[in-house]
């Protein structure tokens, strides 16, 4: 082999000690006004500047999931005939993104509807919330930390509230509060494969390894029994990722050849294959991975390392 391509292949190998990043997740809840979910709610995300709308449905928790959302600023609408409608801004960016949640509430028909006093709680709270989430949106941790401790004050049986208050902690890096309040969604709701998730970036944050494994394995558990999440291809990537930024090659060669099985499209779960294959010395795996990724992503974050990298990979397995 070539003094370029050991120089190439060199480089390559530099980049698995950072971690890994998912693809953009998006989720959240769909309430009606008495906080109660509403189920088959129909979630509309709407790119501004181009013509990109992609619908998805809540399960019967009011919950929704969409998986692989290009960067970019979108108007989101859920809406249920009969129940209401509720329109936000959302920023995606790749990774996990804070929970989008909707209250819906009808408009008053002509002589009668809600309650002025329902109506009033409801917006209030819906208010706080929204401020909360935009305060968190421009940065400004501290003060939707403040909107969303008010918010479990006034409502302590919100787990959304509290999940989004950990969120916002894990920004200013207080893990300590991030998992008091990740705990206690766990224990408002013991199936929140979202919380797991939670807890399992921030034992990674902290190189505890183990207890991430474990957060993320109860993570792809309670994903498992999510209606149409099929096992969630996202949760076994990142459960992956775990594996991987603590060397453990072959259990993370595991998890991202279950993600690509479950979701073949999914760009970085071919590109950490790869990266793992490569650690484990099985070159002509890791070309196979890499070359996926560049059909599905040529234009991905990791497209150019790869193009420059994957002909002295390349060479190597032809010898």
Request: aromatic share 6%; with cysteine; net charge negative.
């Amino acid at each position: 082999m070539s003094r370029s391509g050991v120089l190439s292949l060199a480089a390559l190998l530099t980049v698995l000690a950072a971690p890994a990043l998912a693809q953009s997740v998006m989720r959240g809840t769909v309430v009606d006004a008495q906080g109660k979910p509403v189920a088959g709610a129909t979630v509309l995300f709407e790119a501004e500047g181009v013509n990109r709308r992609i619908e998805v449905k809540t399960d019967d928790d009011g919950e929704f999931l969409q998986v692989g959302l290009g960067s970019g600023q979108y108007k989101v609408t859920a809406s249920k005939e009969g129940v209401g409608s509720q329109t936000v801004p959302a920023r995606v960016t790749q990774g996990q993104n804070e929970p989008l949640n909707f209250t819906l509430v009808p408009a008053a028909p002509a002589g009668g509807g809600l309650a002025a006093a329902d109506k009033e709680a409801a917006a209030a709270l819906q208010a706080t919330a929204a401020a909360a989430l935009d305060h968190m949106k421009a940065g400004r941790n501290d003060e939707a930390i403040a909107g969303f401790t008010d918010l479990v004050l006034k409502v302590p049986t919100c787990a959304d509230c509290y999940y989004n208050l950990a969120v916002a902690y894990t920004n200013v890096k207080n893990y300590a509060e991030a998992e008091s309040a990740y705990k206690k969604v766990i224990e408002l709701k013991p199936d929140s494969a979202d919380a797991y998730t939670g807890l399992a970036n921030i034992y990674n944050a902290q190189k505890k390894f183990d207890l991430a494994a474990e957060a993320s394995a109860s993570a792809a558990q309670y994903s498992a029994t999510v209606p149409g999440g099929g096992g969630s291809a996202e949760t076994i990537y990142n459960q992956g990722v775990i594996f991987f930024n603590s060397q453990k090659y072959p259990e993370a060669r595991e998890q991202f050849e279950a993600a690509v099985k479950a979701d073949p499209n999914m760009a970085m779960a071919h590109y950490q294959l790869g990266m793992t294959a490569l650690n484990l010395g099985d070159f002509p795996a890791a070309v196979t991975a890499l070359e996926t990724y560049l059909k599905l992503d040529p234009n991905g974050a990791k497209a150019a390392e790869v193009q420059a990298s994957l002909p002295a990979l390349q060479s190597m397995v032809k010898k």
